[in-house]
């Protein structure tokens, strides 16, 4: 974890954020927040253990949500795309962390895989803010996710030749946007086959400009201001 912290400082990267997918790593991502000044943590059930929730891990994940080095609630959502468990425990879990981040004013993170259309039915019934992770959708459900009021998050995919995020890309106004990891996958071009970490954001941020016809500088520094704005960080 040091290493990886001391690349992304020298890469230029000054704050990271990480995410839990079950209780065990959200208790571990507020160790590693605590430990790293630099670090945040949100806590959340992933859809692919959606099937292990229950009151008692609802529960640790509330009071987790009370630590002061946690800013949101993620990742949560739904996966029809592995199915790992079923849909409509998938959308009672998405539905009850939602609520959390509702009542404790906390942004979330949202996994939409193959599931697009039942994830945005499902937040747009919840005061909430946040961010949908990993997009990977047209340009028609980008821009209603933005209307929404949330932000998209790209990652390496958008350096994939045959990514769907390009069109949208190009629609979503740079103050909609947010870069990001999803480490250990979907590591960027050049890197892509290995572990992925924050340094490597550097080229998603790349990319971004040569789409949007932008220099670096500016998209580094407006999604900076947004992930700053969303997760108060």
Not at 43 to 70: M, Q, R, T, W
Not at 86 to 94: E, G, H, S, T
Not at 108 to 128: A, G, P
Request: glycine share 6%.
């Amino acid at each position: 974890m040091e290493r990886v912290i001391r690349n992304a400082e020298e890469s230029g990267i000054e704050k990271i954020l990480v995410p839990g997918w079950d209780l065990r790593s959200s208790k571990e991502a507020v160790v590693i927040a605590e430990k790293f000044s630099n670090v945040f943590a949100a806590c959340g059930v992933h859809p692919h253990d959606a099937k292990f929730y229950n009151d008692y891990v609802e529960k640790e994940i509330i009071n987790l949500s009370k630590n002061k080095n946690v800013v949101g609630i993620g990742e949560i959502g739904l996966d029809y795309y592995r199915d790992l468990s079923p849909r409509n425990i998938q959308k009672d879990v998405l539905k009850k962390q939602l609520k959390i981040a509702e009542e404790n004013n906390l942004p979330v993170i949202i996994h939409t895989r193959d599931s697009i259309e039942d994830t945005i039915d499902i937040v747009s019934d919840f005061k909430c803010k946040g961010v949908f992770h990993a997009f990977d959708y047209n340009e028609s459900f980008a821009m209603r996710v933005v209307e929404m009021g949330f932000f998209i998050g790209v990652g390496g995919v958008v350096t994939y030749p045959k990514s769907k995020i390009f069109s949208s890309i190009k629609e979503i106004p740079l103050d909609s946007l947010l870069v990001e990891t999803d480490a250990p996958y979907l590591t960027p071009h050049p890197h892509r086959g290995k572990r992925n970490e924050p340094a490597y954001t550097k080229y998603v941020v790349k990319k971004i400009a040569e789409i949007k016809a932008k220099t670096f500088a500016e998209v580094a520094e407006v999604t900076y201001k947004n992930t700053r704005e969303l997760f108060g960080i």
